[in-house]
Each structure stands twice: as C-alpha cells, then as structure tokens.
C-alpha cells in the first residue's frame, strides 16, 4: 500500500491536477450504487405502513450514500490489486487522479454521517443495518474474505443485499420474514451473477492472486456451481407471490424470468470451450442485472401502486 500511495503520489505531481467531483463519485461505484439504491426502494415500498415523503428521501440518500462510502473504501483497499487488472486499472487511484489518503478519508466521513443521519432522523435499526453493511463489506469481505477464499462472493454477497432490509426497516424498524426474504434473493443472486463475471476475467484474478473460484476449483466447477445456486435461486423468487409480498403480475414475472435465467445458466454449463463459452458466460452476467432489476421493479410497482390507490 505504502508504495502505490508514492505511485499516486507521483502521478499527482506530474498532472499537477486535484482530483474532480467527477472522480469521488467514480470512487462511490455508481452502478453498483444505484442497485442498492433501487433495491433499497423497493424494500421501503413493500413495507407496511408508510414514511413521510421527505423521510424517505433521506433514507435513501443515507443508504446510497453508505453505499459509496463502501465503494471508496473497497477502492482504498484494493488500489494495488486494482492497478493490475484491466477491468479496474482505470479506477481514480491507480490513474493517480485521487490519492489514498483521500479516498480514506472520502469513505470514512461518508460512513460516519450516513450511517448516524439514518439512525438519528429515521431509526436506529435502520441505522444499525446500514453500519453493518459497510463493516461487512469493507473488513468482512475487503479485507478479509476477497484475497483468502474461493467463497469470497458467497459469504460476502451479503454485503450487498442488506438494502431492501434497510429500506424496510427505515419504514417499520424492524426486521420481519419479508425482508428477509429480500436479503436472500439478492444473496442467492450474487454467486452466478459475479461467478459469470469471473468466468470470463478469470486470467486477471489470477493475475492478482484473487481466488476466484474459476481460479482455484476451474471453470468446470464454476460452471456446475453457477448452475446449482441458479437452481435455488429460480424458485426462491417467486416465494414472495405465496406470502403476499408479490401479487399476480410478480408470480408470472419471478416465473417467466427465472426461465430465461436458467436457459442462460444451463447455456454456461454446457458450452465450454473458446468464445462461445465466453459470449455465454457474459449473457448470463449481462441478464442477471436486468432479472433482478426486473424483481424488484415489479415488487416496488405493485406496492406503490397500492399506496396510491
């Protein structure tokens, strides 16, 4: 770490530039952010009861911006291994356009006033959820997890499906088997989804000396594991529908999606070879952010649509 920060440094002193909005948002991930920030909605749609529209505005900034306090401090973290990657070696602290230090200090700050707004002006269990979401995912995973185990995605998925049970509990604050049910579709989710991803990036986990378990169990074996976890997932979405969570329309959605993500899991298991077996793999992450934008679009518009009735 000492010596990317002397790279930083270095490329610093050679552009002469400070570092723009443009770049601490980069260092927020705002893709990944604004899937939490939708998930997040949706949990705090679905829940019983309502929030006061400027409530629940701040609610969901507080939880994206907890969002990207993690981003930065994953970004912090993992600077070195980032530099080396070609899916991440444009990131603002391997291009030097934010140093280390900074982006520390970005995510700390956010971490602190997102976690105590939550807790102050909405609850403390909302606020708590929020606080273990960014612990768990920047030492739990980060830290720990991300260079240590082939699980890494597994256990730390949970990283990221905490949001709708925040949005959930901003509203009710507490936590009940429907928002449980949210955090596990998104954690049964995110083993394919990101397993996909490695499939066909797995030479730059290697490279690093991530073990990604296209890396350390092979492809074969990832294939297998993608399509189990798939197997899961498939019809635990489609529980919401048999308590009430969902009403018609998600059940012919959760099924008619599923379907379509087991085709694309299957198309991975058994294409194996060349860039065919790529063009699968990248299919399968492709369709599985929209499969699960597409759940919770649907959960957040049959619920809104009830509150406005």
Known sequence: MSGLIAESALARSATTAEPSVGDFIELMKPRVMSLVVFTSLAGLFAAPGTLHPVLAIIAILCIAVGAGASGALNMWYDADIDARMARTAARPIPRGRVTPDEALAFGTVLSVVSVLTLGVLINWVAGA?????????????????????????????????????????????????????????????????????ALYRSRDYERVGVPMLPVVAGPDETRRQILLYSL??????VVPYFIGLGGIVYAVASVALGLVFLHFAVKVWRIR?????????????????????????????????????
Request: charged share 10%.
């Open 232 to 237: 899961v997932l498939v019809p635990l979405a």
């Open 273 to 309: 070879e060349g860039r065919a077996a790529d063009h699968a793999a990248k299919q399968l992450f492709g369709f599985s952010i929209l499969y699960l934008f597409l759940l919770f679009a649907v959960i957040l518009g049959e619920h809104l649509a009830l509150k406005l009735v």
């Open 129 to 197: 959820l929020l606080a273990l979401t960014i612990a768990y995912y920047v030492f739990f995973y980060t830290m720990w997890l991300k260079r240590r185990t082939p699980q890494n995605i597994v256990i730390g998925g949970a990283a990221g499906s905490f949001p709708p049970m925040i949005g959930w509990a901003a509203v009710t604050g507490t936590v009940t088997i429907e928002s449980v049910l949210l955090f596990l579709i998104i954690f049964m989710w995110t083993p394919p989804h990101f397993w996909a991803l």
